[in-house]
């Protein structure tokens, strides 16, 4: 198994590329479907979902929109569990079809802070899509529309997914080696 060192920690190899853009690909077709005619508004949450948002869309192949919106809620390779908003959504989102696209729903906290903020502005609907899901970790109600693939409660690096700022650029995901 293919080991990286980012920063001071050792990961090992979880989801190779081609698996991600295989399950990316799938993700796009079922949103193809659902979503026909609808023309959404796919908002990219910064940073971690730039990768995955990129890929989608090349995917997507109905009339839509995207924007972007960064929040934060990390710091290492534990969430704070407070969710500030960075950077605001511009545009008019009222009666329309809203894609939110996340690199990965562990907690929920994110999510649940994003609804809410959208919600003010009247949405026909919220939909959500997630390229990582982690169910053991996941505390929420919300229902997560489009998941691409389901992943152990381990911290990852990698598509878009990082450490401390690092690791983003990794073409697959990396799990965290657990050094006892």
Not at 9 to 22: Q, S
Not at 31 to 59: H, R, W, Y
Not at 124 to 145: Q, S
């Amino acid at each position: 198994m293919e080991t990286i060192r980012v920063k001071d920690k050792d990961f090992e190899l979880a989801i190779p590329a081609e698996k991600i853009l295989i399950e990316v690909h799938k993700l796009a077709a079922r949103i193809n479907e659902d979503l026909e005619g609808q023309n959404p508004l796919f908002l990219c949450v910064l940073n971690g979902s730039f990768i995955f948002a990129a890929d989608l869309l090349k995917k997507v192949n109905i009339d839509c929109e995207i924007s972007f919106i960064k929040l934060a809620s990390y710091q290492g390779t534990s969430s704070t569990g407070d969710v500030r908003t960075v950077l605001g959504l511009d545009g008019e989102i009222k009666d329309r079809t809203i894609v939110i696209i996340e690199d990965i729903v562990d907690t929920g906290n994110t999510i649940v802070a994003l609804v809410e903020q959208l919600n003010l502005f009247s949405p026909k609907d919220i939909k959500i899509a997630t390229l990582l899901f982690k169910p053991d970790a996941y505390e929420k109600d919300i229902h997560i529309d489009y998941i691409a693939l389901e992943v152990p409660n381990e911290f990852l690096v990698g598509y878009g997914l990082d450490y401390d700022g690092m690791g983003r650029n990794l073409e697959s995901i990396y799990s965290v080696v657990k050094n006892d």
